[in-house]
């Protein structure tokens, strides 16, 4: 982040250190490097800050800070810190950089939140539900998300998925980012309906016409109703397409893949709408609080293909 934003809407639980001056706030990457040098996550173009002062540190249980032999100093609670000794900081703690009058307060201690931070936008996005539409939602050129193995993935539609880690640096749309996340981090769902999508069943309940398609989600007692969504149509012919390989007697790890282009041209759309589609239905699980949402449609970039991740399908006429 270049320049500290105005504040988020979205720093409840989130540490987020705020400039007692204006009010100005910045959300705390894993290892937040404060100074004038572009490098810095916070920067402070100001004479008397060095190029690389200080940087705030999530240890995995708590939030460190460090003066980096700056010329000035880096103060805690109006105390000037040992040059290069990390000091443990609590929520409610004063830092000050290079002069005692230039207050930083740490709002939250929480833990750093996974994030993206765009090299040419001041507000970070935040990666809400492990999952994120890059450059938008409404268009979704590229998805992260993290998996069932933990590991958070950068995938596009046309080429092959990239494995992310904290300051992994990708372009979209002509647009650079960076990819902000502590090496452990607790799975964001608390929902009581948390469980794998991929031992789902799905139910959906289809009209003559078809123009009314309902899906219900069972698990292990659990029963969500999904609704009724425009999208729930791509959902359904996917499901179809994997239900008749399964009757052909396609292996488990064949069945249901569909080329892009073919399923394009059966849905009468387009590629970007196709694109939308399958992120709002991954937002949709992920929002119902189920775990691995987009597992719900799995791609396979470098052919072309997709399928329905959820081998226990039923579609009943009403």
């Known amino acids: 982040m270049k320049n500290v934003g105005e504040g988020s809407k979205k720093c409840h639980h989130m540490a987020l250190l705020r400039n007692l001056a204006d009010g100005r706030t910045c959300l705390l990457e894993p290892e937040h490097l404060v100074g004038r040098s572009d ?32 010329r000035n100093g880096t103060f805690l609670d109006g105390v000037q810190l040992p040059s290069r000794e990390p000091e443990r900081i609590k929520r409610g703690a004063r830092v000050a950089f ?3 009058d230039q207050q930083w307060e740490l709002a ?6 996974p994030m993206i931070i765009s090299l040419t936008r001041a507000e970070p996005l935040l990666i809400d539900q ?43 749309g002509g647009e650079a980012f960076r990819f902000s996340c502590p090496m452990l981090v607790q799975r964001t769902m608390t929902s009581e309906h948390a ?20 899906v219900r989600a069972e698990a292990d007692g659990v029963r969500l109703d999904l609704g009724t969504r425009t999208h729930n149509y791509v959902l359904l012919t996917l499901a179809r397409h994997r239900l008749s390989d399964a ?68 579609i009943v006429k009403i």
């Open 195 to 214: 469980c794998e999508t991929g031992l789902l069943q799905l139910v959906f309940s289809v009209s003559h016409d078809e123009e009314y398609v309902h």
């Open 108 to 113: 939250s201690d929480d833990p750093p939140h």
């Open 39 to 70: 490098l810095c996550a916070l920067r402070l173009d100001l004479g008397f800050v060095s190029a690389q002062h200080a940087i705030l540190r999530w240890t995995g249980s708590e939030w460190e800070l460090k003066d980096l032999g700056s």
């Open 98 to 100: 290079g002069q005692l």
């Open 130 to 172: 492990e999952l994120l539409a890059l450059p938008s939602a409404e268009d979704p050129q590229a998805t992260i998300f993290r998996g069932s193995d933990g590991i958070w993935t950068l995938e596009r539609a046309d080429e092959a998925v990239v494995r992310l880690e904290n300051q992994s640096r990708f372009s979209v």
């Open 247 to 314: 009757a052909a007697g396609v292996p488990d790890t064949s069945c249901g893949w569909v080329y892009q282009d073919d399923l394009i041209q059966e849905l009468a759309g387009s590629s970007s709408q196709l694109n939308i589609d399958v992120f709002r239905i991954r937002k949709q699980f992920a929002a119902a609080g189920l775990l691995n949402a987009s597992d719900i449609v799995e791609r396979r970039p470098r052919t072309h293909q997709l399928r329905i991740g959820v081998p226990r399908l039923q």
